[in-house]
């Protein structure tokens, strides 16, 4: 005999088991949820992005809700939501809907019926973009057992250029940055040569083709090197554009217009991005970007450069190095977010050796006014402060004003992966995965994160490890040092002053500072007192090191030790307590006792 209260509700109870079995049985996809619950959120996101249609019965709106709850209990065990039903088996809650998505099982249910979406998909993964972050995490994921695809494409710049594989950094950005800047740095050094008793007759003058032959040369061989690691770790590797056309699935464009189709359990963009142009007229058709200059096929000869930042001032460092004469038009700041101390004394260094700059400018128009490799063009500029106009005549215009992601012609929308509409950024956790449970992102392309090659390296193969390795490890993107190729070069890793300031109010900060003067630039007697270093530490947290700033010679190589000595908590003490190396730049970190609250002067009258 059951319990009175049973008695009373057992007709509307079995109506009700009927109903909700009956919701299960006809249903793809049934889903009990309440409208509040982020859970039942999250779920109803998945089968979204997996473009596939839920039925959803939100109990909170449902006035036998409680009831319904009671049924699932008796028939699944579980009573919270959601509660997920795939063709009429039970999958269970938030969790084990993602489970059965990450191993393949939820898949198989909701093909169960349909005989196309039974077929197991092409790849385990496919990787778009084969730069710095996609070559990384492709590679990794096939040491990892995986089958794994690649797709790079290089659309050409308005002027024709293309290169091959390796993304960005290999071809027009950190590798002929750095290799060009070599060429500059020697120019110095052979002038400096002649103070140590290098005797040589003959005139020394650069030539660009030649320059440009060995670092192609050298790119190529790059090139080559990457296809064949590929091809070692068996990832199919191929040359064309790719785009979502549904979910899991991709069309590949060749160049020859040809096009293949893909599919795949998960998917890395890893898609880069390229040079912005100005939006005024003669941009497109006369000017050159980062995209073309490292290929130029004859020397630029008097260059204005357009932009203040990384890019820019680097790319007029080396420039003027190698003899020319250049000029960098700048709209507000130098190296916008960076140490505006250190982007003026990197400015100041680059003034006095020659490079002019034109600040609070803008480029309005670019004519030609005479063919020719190179040829000659008149730039009018606007004033940002006024109405004043003004115009000069260069041979080269490089466009140097920041760069767009390419996340624009790729389909997301068709399989609605979010993207920041300012910027074209995309969103991620902090484990790289996109709105779209099976869609992940590393590189340059993802929102808030820094534009830098080893960052995207490191990202692409953490979560090659995570997806396929059993790892949990995430990339940090804290502290993480770089270096500013001005012809001083200059490292950081941390907090600027003007952020840690911010950060932690003026008072709780102590920066200590010095100038320093190169043991070999005192026979050349050059550029005293313009070498800098300083640290900035937190007094709340024991004088931890919070900011490293070095200007000087091989600030990359120096900053690279003190970015794994900051990964490691150092502090001011433990800097004290560190032994210098004798002779060498970097060993000024090792004696800093002055404070730049002090006042007092850091002027260096020798070594
Ligand atoms: P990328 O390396 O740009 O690779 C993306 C690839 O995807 C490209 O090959 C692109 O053509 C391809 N692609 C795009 N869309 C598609 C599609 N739909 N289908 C197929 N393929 C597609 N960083 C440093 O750390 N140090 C430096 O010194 C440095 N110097 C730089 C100098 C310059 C001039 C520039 C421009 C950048 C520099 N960087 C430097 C930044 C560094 O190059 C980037 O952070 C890095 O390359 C980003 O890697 P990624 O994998 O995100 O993209
Ligand atoms: P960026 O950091 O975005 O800077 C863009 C620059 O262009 C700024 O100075 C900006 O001035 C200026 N600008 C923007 N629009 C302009 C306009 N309409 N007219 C005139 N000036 C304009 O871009 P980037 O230098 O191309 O660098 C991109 C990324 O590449 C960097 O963030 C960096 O991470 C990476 N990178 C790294 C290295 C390295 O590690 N050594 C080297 C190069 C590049 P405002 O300040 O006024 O906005």
Redesign the pocket.
Known sequence: MPPPQQQVRLPDWDALKLRVRTLIGSHRVMIFSKTYCPFCRKVKDLFHSLGVECSVLELDKTDDGPSIQEVLLELTGQRTVPNVFVNGTHVGGCDQTFQAYHSGLLQKLLGAGKDEEMEPYDYDLIVIGGGSGGLACSKEAATLGKKVMVLDYVVPTPLGTTWGLGGTCVNV??IP?KLMHQAALLGQALQDSRKFGWEYDQQVKHNWEAMVEAIQNYIGSLNWGYRMALRDKSVTYINAYAEFIGSHKIKATNRKGQETFYTAQAFVLATG?R??Y??IPGDKEYCIT?DDLFSLPYCPGKTLV?????????CAGFLAGLGMDVTV?????????FDQEMAERAGAYMETHGVKFIRKF??VEVTKLEEGMPGKLKVVAKSTEGSQMIEGEYNTVLI????DACTKNIGLDKIGVKVNEKNGKIPANDEEQTNVPYVYAVG?ILEGK????PVAIQAGKLLARRLFGGSNLKCDYVNVP????TPLEYGCCGLSEERAIEQLGKENIEVYHNLFWPLEWTIPDRDNNTCYGKVICNKLDNNRVIGFHVLGPNAGEITQGFGAAIKCGITKALLDDTIGIHPTCAEVFTTMDITKASGQSIAQSGC
């Open positions: 950005g950190c940055k991005e040079p912005r100005l939006g980062s357009v932009g203040a930042s990384y890019v820019a001032l680097e038009m700048v709209r507000s700041i130098l190296l916008r977010g803008v480029p140097a004003v920041g760069r340059d820094l534009e830098l090659t770089t270096t500013v190729f």
